[in-house]
């Protein structure tokens, strides 16, 4: 039995789309999965022509995707856009140093220019001495706000008006609800935002939004895409890991549970008159922050100051 | 009688960790694992987690399928396609396990 695909009626299906549930064969499923994301683009308004943009890429699934398709898509619809490729060096033996060789790769495959920034010429720490400072309890939370900050910073040295990020749907729909979880009511609205301004003038945005992980992974299968997967070395973040075993479980039983919880995300609304925290700018770096210091200051405070628990958890606030 | 069929394996997207990083491997298998019935990707699975898998097989199944998050293709399509578990293996037949659980 032979199904075919319900777009064309006349190739093989290869691959049952997780948000529609339709079968489709691989050439109109390139096309669905391409024309979406230039959908998800242009219905937001997402660039002008002749913006410089950065694409974040860790070498891994979703950055490799998406900058194999920024490219493309640039090509084919004529956005104008400039193009380069921003690494992050958290400087993690054994886990970036192999993926950074990936995306070395993918500069090659797709002929983009690549900047590589360290955590260690910006913060003077490398991951591997803050693991050494702070054991393997929150190192995490030292690597996530420091690869935020690194990323605008970034972006300024190469001086684009633009960072994309391979955040795909499950991603965000994993926030949405890690926020609920958490009763961040300040990030709750911000999280379900496909573009956001943030420091200075940098805009940020995901173009994988509404995008499957699925239909991702499928695409670089199919494509055959050069990408990196290994965990890091450091313990995944196990919060965040127990949402995704809870999204991957309620996907298997209903697919279109991923984008319900974004539109749910999006629908949320805050009660007039309560108050939410006024977005500052931290008073040592500039970078925008609801409190004197931001929380990459605080952080490097501490490990500065051989404190390395300063800025972690409840006392932060 | 049960011969024994022949079934090409990939491992990729980091579930190949959890198999001593073997990314490719042929295996035989009888043709009825559970006689009288011809062997279908349930038994295949529980023969992978019982034969080959290394470490931690709460990462690779969950109850008597993949974890959620493992993609499954055979013979290059989307297993959700070809009937998941109950899926008859044929002779030759090209199965690839892709997890998409890794950091991209």
């Known amino acids: 039995m032979v199904r075919l695909c319900v777009i064309c009626n006349k190739e093989r299906a290869i691959v049952k789309r997780p948000k529609t549930g339709q079968q489709v064969c691989r050439e109109c ?18 660039f002008k022509q002749g913006d410089k943009v950065a694409i974040a890429a860790s070498g891994g ?16 619809y004529q956005y104008g856009l400039d193009l380069f490729l921003l690494s992050i060096d ?17 500069q090659q495959q797709y002929d983009l220019p690549l900047k590589i920034v360290s955590y260690s010429e910006l913060y ?50 994993e926030t949405v609800l890690m926020n609920i979880l958490r009763g961040d009511i300040a990030r709750l609205p911000r999280c379900t935002e496909i573009c956001t301004t943030g420091d200075g003038s940098i805009r940020r945005s995901k173009p994988f939004k509404y995008t499957y992980e699925k239909e991702i ?21 196990a919060y965040r890991g127990h949402v995704r075993t809870f999204i991957k479980d309620l996907e298997s039983i209903r697919p279109s549970a991923i984008i319900d919880i974004i539109h749910s995300g999006e629908a949320f609304e805050i009660k007039e008159g309560v108050k939410l925290p006024v977005q500052g700018v931290c008073k040592r770096c500039g970078y925008m922050s609801s409190n004197e210091l931001c929380k990459a200051c605080m952080l490097l405070e501490g490990l500065n100051r051989g404190l390395p628990k300063l800025g972690i958890g409840k006392n932060f606030k | 009688m049960s011969s024994l069929i022949k079934v090409n394996l990939t491992f990729s997207g980091g579930v190949e960790l959890l198999f001593n990083n073997i990314k490719q491997k042929i295996i035989e298998i009888p043709s009825t694992i559970n006689p009288p019935k011809p062997t279908t990707m349930k038994d295949l699975i529980l023969w992978i987690k019982d ?27 989307d297993w959700e396609l070809e009937g998941e578990l109950g899926y008859e293996i044929k002779d030759n037949d090209e199965i690839v396990f892709i997890s998409t659980l890794h950091g991209g």
């Not at chain 1, 499923?29 to 997402?46: A, M, R």
């Not at chain 1, 699934?61 to 084919?76: E, G, I, P």
């Not at chain 1, 935020?148 to 991603?171: E, F, K, S, W």
């Not at chain 2, 034969?51 to 499954?72: A, D, H, K, M, Y």
Request: aromatic share 10%.
């Open chain 1, 29 to 46: 499923f390139y096309y669905v999965f391409e024309t979406e994301i230039h959908n998800t683009i242009t219905d937001n308004k997402l």
């Open chain 1, 61 to 76: 699934k979703d950055s490799t995707v998406l900058a194999y398709v920024m490219k493309l898509l640039n090509q084919r």
């Open chain 1, 90 to 106: 958290e400087g993690i033996t054994g886990y970036r140093d192999d993926s950074l060789e990936t995306v070395k790769r993918n």
């Open chain 1, 124 to 173: 003077g720490w490398s991951m591997d001495q803050i693991v050494k400072e702070v054991g393997l309890k929150n190192n995490c939370t030292f690597c996530g706000v420091f690869r935020r900050q690194a990323l605008d910073r970034g972006a300024v040295i190469l001086d684009v008006d633009h960072i994309v990020t391979g955040h795909n749907a499950d991603d965000i729909a």
């Open chain 2, 51 to 77: 034969n080959l898998l290394q470490e931690r097989s709460e990462l690779f199944v969950s109850g008597n399928t993949v974890r959620p998050g493992i993609l499954v293709l055979i013979n290059d399509t």
């Open chain 1, 217 to 237: 992974v499928m695409y670089a299968y199919f494509k055959k895409l050069d990408y990196f997967s290994t965990e890091c070395i450091y313990s995944p973040n």
